[in-house]
């Protein structure tokens, strides 16, 4: 950092990035577990998830006995960010097209490269399409039914390993999914109800995770967040995005790592090259409490569907008033919900901006130990920069020129 912290590269990089997720070892098994239960996520490494891993080229999937199945439900999309549209407005256009297509022509038409020896394929759609697989189960109750690796691909569910009986109980597991994209594709940031252990397996992931505190900043609309590009926000359209850089966390998965997805965290994916992936969602909390027609792992709570039926149901009876009462107990009403919700100390809306303990507690473990130096570091981007790097836990020695403005930014940096 430079004088007056005027080199943004720290700060640029952090509003890019965000905190690093933690990593653990299943070897730390009571670790896991533990940041499991406390809804944190994390980084799984040294999980044993079979030979997939370093088995599962595009050569070896185009030519493996999977290959002749039907692929249901390729989405095919003309855009790089697929977005899979978890139940937002009815009525909200699509921006892939759903094909069928043999799982082996999907495999050369998502790694076209490994196959530069063959005649290659015409787009479905137009050049530079880009293709994603979420597996779907199949047969007369597909519709009805959570896809299923065994059941879908049999011949590659040998080659894995799923995590049932270390992670949580057999009976708990709501579904495994086989996920493949084309290089260079990135999947829309969304949440899920369930727990959710995605498993790298060929390729490289950038995971990008934000907590459900974040709800109202990602612009949410159902589960999925109406900010189209992570990397390039339109501010001036979803200004309150800005305020995300600070909770989001993130990390980069290379195969065989996996990362824990809580319930109602927000996540997007990035995947530069061809990639697979296998995911786990399962039910950590009594299953009546799940929607049971969810076949994807994020439907709401039947319990949210009631509240909000009954709430939309109040809105238009305090629509009925005039202004100020419209205003004062529409306030009102929703203090009163918190409260009879048993969510304590929570004024208004205010818990919507609240940080989450778990965000934070893991940024603060990044720079614990380091001392960092900051100059200029009383005003602008150097108090800034100061801040960011406390609140990930280093010591910092703030250098100013000014000795009383200097111990003033101190005591604010202190708190
Ligand atoms: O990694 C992927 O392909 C998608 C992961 C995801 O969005 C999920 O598991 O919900």
């Known amino acids: 950092v ?28 009571e670790e896991v577990r533990a940041a499991i ?8 490494t040294g999980l044993r998830i079979g030979p997939c891993v370093g088995k599962w080229s595009p050569e070896y999937l185009r030519a493996a006995a999977a290959a002749k199945h039907l692929a249901a439900g390729v989405h095919v999309c003309p855009f790089k960010t697929v977005d899979l549209a978890g139940h ?16 082996g022509e999907f495999i050369q038409r998502c790694a076209p490269e490994a196959f ?13 399409e880009r293709l994603y697989l979420r597996s779907v189960a199949t047969g007369p109750e597909a519709a009805r039914t959570p896809s299923h690796l065994e059941e879908v691909f049999p011949e590659l569910a040998a080659d894995v390993c799923l995590p049932h009986g270390v992670l949580y109980e057999e009976g708990e597991c709501h579904s495994s999914v086989l996920r493949v994209a084309s290089g260079d594709t990135e999947l829309w940031t969304h949440y899920d109800v369930m727990h959710n252990m995605l498993i790298q397996v060929t390729g490289t992931k950038r995971v990008t995770l934000w907590p459900p505190s974040e709800d109202a900043n990602l612009y949410t609309e159902g589960s999925s967040s109406r900010v189209p590009d992570i990397h390039a926000p339109d501010l001036a359209r979803f200004p309150r995005f800005a305020r995300t850089h600070s909770s989001r966390v993130t990390g980069l998965l290379a195969p065989g790592d996996a990362v824990f997805i809580p319930p109602l965290w927000f996540h997007h994916v990035a995947m530069p090259d061809f990639s697979v992936a296998v995911n786990v969602f399962w039910r950590h909390h009594p299953g009546a409490l799940y929607n049971p027609k969810d076949i994807y792992g994020n439907k709401d709570l039947p319990a949210f569907d009631a509240a909000s039926a009954a ?23 929703a ?29 603060k473990r990044l720079l614990s130990g380091r001392v960092c130096v900051v100059t200029g570091a009383n005003r602008g981007i150097g108090r800034e ?18 000795a009383q403005a200097g111990a003033r930014a101190a005591a604010a940096v202190s708190r």
């Open 2 to 29: 430079g004088e007056g912290g005027r080199s943004c590269e720290l700060e640029g990089a952090s509003q890019e990035m965000g905190t690093e997720l933690p990593r653990i070892s299943m070897e730390r098994a």
């Open 37 to 44: 239960s406390r809804g944190e996520p994390f980084i799984l």
């Open 88 to 103: 937002r407005k009815a009525g909200t256009r699509k921006n892939f097209h759903f094909v069928e297509m043999p799982f």
């Open 116 to 128: 530069a020896d063959m005649e290659p394929l015409a787009p479905v759609l137009e050049a530079g």
């Open 311 to 333: 709430v939309s149901k109040l809105g238009q009876e305090l629509k009925k008033l005039p202004e100020p009462f419209r205003s004062f107990y529409a306030r009102r009403a």
């Open 335 to 363: 203090a009163q919900l918190l409260a009879s919700a048993g969510i304590c100390g929570c004024e208004e809306t205010r818990i919507a901006h609240a940080r989450v303990p778990a965000a934070a507690a893991a940024a």
């Open 385 to 402: 920069v100061a801040l960011a790097l406390a609140a990930r836990g280093g010591t910092v020695v703030m250098v100013c020129r000014d």
